[in-house]
């Protein structure tokens, strides 16, 4: 029979024919029972760490410490040991994990009804929660007591938002109200992890759920940022295509000055901040009307569809033009950066007999002008009589 994860079939295989007990874990066992594709296949076992890397000819240290080893085959299986969790301290999760020798504890450690399940390799069900019942009704339940578990660990409150939002699953009642109660918690989980869980909701096809229920919760409680408006600004899209689209939306609704402090605070990346940082300025533009060759070839692809969706949907500008002819307009654009201009420095210098100097400069600027307008096409001999031409009618200084 061909197996639906053959590597992680063949891992449980190899360890049961060695003694132990394996089986498909977590996420995958949860997109089995809704009938999803399973991204990635993890592996749970008796056996320690040290005992799954005698079975396997190739494998990696990831996480010993946790009981993590990858096992390689044609795909990349994660086999961890069955462990419970020790102490919580700082309501994060523990540095240090005990390894346990039955699947139950390993289960219970677990956050979700719908992630602590497992699967055997004849697809027997092991399911001493009730996931699978909540799966059917669609429902996120904290594995135990909701309060314990999100004391121990509070990013567990923000998972189940996000995995509400990716699912489309709502948040069982005790849930919910466990996290309203101790959303304050969140602030011990480190900003990156948190930045990471938003950016999930961001990406995942049910944003808007996904955002009321970060607000309803009180979790946004404890992260600076506009998100009442977030939830009332959204628009009719329905993900952002990239999470540095999340940031500039979400930078949108802040007063200016506070951008920078804000996109600090969360960690975002240089490339984040830069991409941030001309979206907002292709919507201040259109603020004042429609955009110049210019702006056109300033500013990405990416940030003229997303500039423009959002100034229409935030602050309800009228576009002048349609997606399609925003692409056009991009396109028709004759250079996409100066290094695409057909001369170089030394070309100036040779025609005009002169040391290099900030002049070369000045006149390479004023020529991507000239192209991008139009006035001149990028061709030797168009750029030479323009060159000529500009220095006999003064615009050009030598
Ligand atoms: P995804 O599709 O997002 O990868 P996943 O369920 O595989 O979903 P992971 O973050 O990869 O989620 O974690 C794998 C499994 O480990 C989860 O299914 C869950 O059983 C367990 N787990 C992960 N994070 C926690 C946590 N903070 N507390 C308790 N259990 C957790
Ligand atoms: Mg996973």
Known sequence: MKHRWPDAYQVIEILENAGFEAYVVGGAVRDFIRNVHANDVDVTTNATPNEVKQLFDRTIDVGIEHGTVLVILSETIEVTTFRSEDTYTDFRRPDKVMFVRSLEEDLQRRDFTMNAMALTKSDEL??????????ENKRIRAVGDPQKRFSEDALRMLRAIRFSAQLDFSLHKDTLE???????????VSIERVKVELEKIWTSNNVEKGMHLFVSSRLANNFPGDWETFINKWGNFNYFENRANGWAFFSLMQPSEDINSLLNFYKCSNAEKLHVKHVLSAVEKLKKGPWTKQDFYQFNEEVLIVSSLYAASIFTIHIPYTMDEILQLKKAIPISSSSDIVVNGNDLMNWKQQKRGPWIKEVLNELTIAII?????????????????????????P
């Open 373 to 397: 307008n139009g006035q001149v096409k990028n061709e030797r001999k168009q750029i030479k009589e323009w060159f000529f031409r500009e220095f006999i009618n003064g615009n050009l200084k």
């Open 178 to 188: 466990a996290i309203q109660t101790l959303h304050h918690l969140i602030e011990h």
């Open 126 to 135: 092991i399911d001493y929660f009730g996931g699978r019942k909540d799966i």
